[in-house]
């Protein structure tokens, strides 16, 4: 098992307090539990999107390349996308 001081720092003022508060130990458990169920639920999302947005890249692709699209013209079409991107990005507002 590992101690909570091995997770956070916690300042010794507080700590003293802390350890006055009956249950605290059990609540920080559970909040904790609850904290990386969430994340792993978050991650789990987000890796799913990245894959949807890869299959998605893929199947536009293929769909291109079917089309007569050359790998160079796709180049050329990505650097101007990327440009006009970057371009609003610099702007001042």
């Given at each position: 098992m590992?101690?909570?001081?091995q997770l956070a720092e916690i300042p010794d003022d507080l700590a003293a307090e802390a350890?006055?508060?009956p249950g605290l130990p059990v609540r920080l458990v559970s909040f904790i539990r609850a904290e990386v169920s969430q994340h792993n639920r978050r991650k789990a999302r987000?890796?799913?999107e990245a894959r949807?947005?890869?299959?998605?890249?893929?199947a536009?692709?293929?769909e291109m390349?079917?089309?007569?699209v050359t790998v160079e013209q796709a180049?050329?079409?990505?650097?101007?996308v990327y440009e006009e991107i970057?371009?609003?990005i610099e702007e001042k507002p």
């Open positions: 590992t101690n909570i001081l350890a006055q508060v987000k890796s799913m949807k947005l890869v299959e998605q890249a893929m536009e692709a293929e390349k079917k089309s007569g180049r050329k079409d990505f650097a101007r970057m371009s609003k």
